[in-house]
């Protein structure tokens, strides 16, 4: 029962398979053998991007990150923050009660606002996304989210600064 | 490309791993266990992904994409990818090859990149758990500006690549 659930999502894609194989065998067939080449073209940048994130979970760790948050840092520790956040890996809701104790530890806002905006861009992943979509569109997207990310700490702690 | 970016992304993990076995010999191999046990719990829910990108591609008429989110649509499509994305999430690895095909079927640059900045950004179905951390006005504050900010990152970005926001 754990295990059905634990799997439920390639457990429902194995069901469509079969019924859609039934209804539609050809173009199912055509589905699959496009999700096969697919796999096989990415896996290897997949395998690169999970050993890149341990890489960087043990070696640059939240805690390593924290000596360099001060509330005294201006704009350049807010940079600095959002150049962290880019390294960052992992689902970002595990993060959260990490990223609240930095703020309890005196962290500026903007900088832990900055952080959590930035950590969209997932450095580990990049290679991983410019497969699918390409260098050009994933250079733009990481340079904008780069700024808007500052800009977001920024705005957070405008914003937020008036309720305290 | 993908042959390159996979030789140069090895050659990168290569030296970070070399790095890291000068540094702390127990430490490299913790990171490597790490990523080893990371890769055998991701793989199951990668190949169902890219299985459901190939039925997505053969079942998905172009049609019904560009109704949603394609050209012509002015900015209904980017309001459309962006409340899509806000809702859905999941794990990254399964945005960026659904961005590809919603490309590949007639979505416009700025609605796919919508899509999955939103995606990305907004956390939805964490929201609750957000709130607990964080409290109520700064979970607020970070979605909606992360939410505004999906939207001005992707429209930029059809700018950019194609000359038109929409």
């Known amino acids: 029962m ?4 634990k799997y439920s999502f390639e457990i429902l894609i194995a069901i469509t398979y079969i019924v859609l194989f039934i209804l539609f065998p050809q173009k199912t067939l055509i589905a699959f053998k496009e999700g096969v080449i697919l796999l096989l073209k990415m896996l ?19 805690k390593t990150i924290q000596r360099y948050m001060g509330k005294e840092t201006g704009f350049k520790g807010v940079v600095l923050g959002a150049i962290f956040g880019t390294l960052i890996v992992g689902p970002l809701w595990i993060l959260f009660p990490l990223f609240n104790t930095f703020l309890k530890k005196g962290a500026r806002l903007a900088v832990v606002g900055a952080m959590i905006g930035t950590f969209a861009i997932k450095t580990p992943w990049i290679p991983y996304a410019a497969g699918f979509l390409g260098w050009p569109f994933m250079t733009i997207t990481v340079v904008l989210t780069l700024g808007y990310g500052i800009l977001e700490g920024i705005l957070m702690e405008k914003i937020l600064k008036h309720y305290d | 490309m993908n042959t390159w970016g996979a030789v ?17 010999k127990s430490k490299a ?7 080893g046990v990371q890769l055998l719990k991701q793989l199951p829910f990668i190949i169902a992904i890219f299985l459901l990108i190939g039925l997505f591609d053969a079942f998905v008429s172009k ?3 560009v109704t949603i989110i394609g050209r012509g649509r002015g900015f209904l499509s980017i309001l459309n990818s962006a409340i899509f994305g806000t809702i859905v999430g999941g794990p990254v690895s399964s945005v960026y090859p659904l961005g590809a095909v919603l490309l590949k079927k007639g979505a416009t640059i700025a609605a796919t990149a ?14 609750p758990f957000e709130i607990s951390v964080f409290g109520k006005r700064f979970t607020l504050t970070r979605n909606i500006l992360a939410f505004f900010g999906a939207i001005v990152i992707g429209m930029l970005t059809g700018l950019i690549l194609t000359g038109s926001v929409l």
Do not use: D, E, H, R
């Open chain 2, 63 to 65: 049609n019904i994409v």
């Open chain 2, 114 to 127: 919508v899509f999955m900045n939103s995606w990305i950004m907004v956390g939805f179905i964490t929201m």
């Open chain 2, 8 to 24: 140069i992304y090895g050659i990168i993990v290569i030296i970070s791993y070399t790095y890291a076995v000068k540094k702390s």
């Open chain 1, 44 to 62: 290897p940048i997949f395998i690169c991007v999970v050993f890149f994130s341990s890489f960087i979970a043990v070696f640059l760790s939240p």
């Open chain 2, 29 to 35: 191999q913790v990171a490597f266990k790490k990523g």
């Open chain 1, 2 to 5: 754990k295990m059905l659930k």
